[in-house]
């Protein structure tokens, strides 16, 4: 292969990359929760090693906060399956996003005992969420041809 036909192939490769980039579809709620279990792994290893002074703690717990938002189809397929108890699935996503608040703000200020106590809090949140709804919302969605299971290591 000459120089040319070599930059005309990297070219390319990296154009279209870049197109693929453009058009990353938004989260689904699974990979929502990948994002949500990172960060709160994040989280937990900088609470570990006191590793407040390089906002570990407050990064991921500002990441937790501002996960983004669940699709709308996603939003409505929900709704239908869980009728009435809608207004409770949301209270644990609040309950999670108010104390991963807190942990930032505990963070911030070094408050050690205060950040550690919002954490497990906080997880009480996740898992009872999850005790409550995970698998009855994760069959609605899937059901609806969602499958993908995939971890980045976090640390
Ligand atoms: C409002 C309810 C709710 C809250 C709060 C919640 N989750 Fe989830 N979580 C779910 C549901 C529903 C699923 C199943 C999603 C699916 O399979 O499509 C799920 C799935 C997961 C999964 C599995 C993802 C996979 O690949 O199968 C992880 C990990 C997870 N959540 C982490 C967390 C963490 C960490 C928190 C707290 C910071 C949290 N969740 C808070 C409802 C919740």
Do not use: W
Not at 55 to 84: F, M, Y
Not at 91 to 111: G, P, W
Not at 114 to 133: E, I, K, P, S, W
């Amino acid at each position: 292969m000459n120089l040319q036909r070599a930059i005309a192939v990297l070219a390319c490769v990296v154009l279209s990359a870049l197109a693929l980039a453009d058009t990353a579809p938004e989260p689904d709620l699974k990979k929502i929760m990948q994002g949500l279990r990172n960060n709160t792994v994040s989280v937990l290893d900088g609470l570990l090693t006191d590793d407040f002074d390089a906002d570990a703690v407050a990064v991921a717990a500002n990441e937790i906060a501002h996960h983004p938002s669940i699709p709308g189809a996603q939003v409505q397929l929900v709704a239908r399956e869980l009728g009435a108890e809608m207004p409770a699935f949301k209270q644990f996503d609040q309950q999670v996003h108010d104390l991963s608040l807190s942990i930032l703000a505990a963070a911030e200020e070094q408050d050690r005992d205060r950040a550690v106590a919002d954490y497990q809090q906080m997880l009480n949140g996740c898992l009872a969420c999850h005790a409550a709804y995970k698998e009855r919302v994760a069959m609605v969605l899937n059901a609806a041809g969602d499958t993908e299971t995939e971890y980045d290591n976090p640390l």
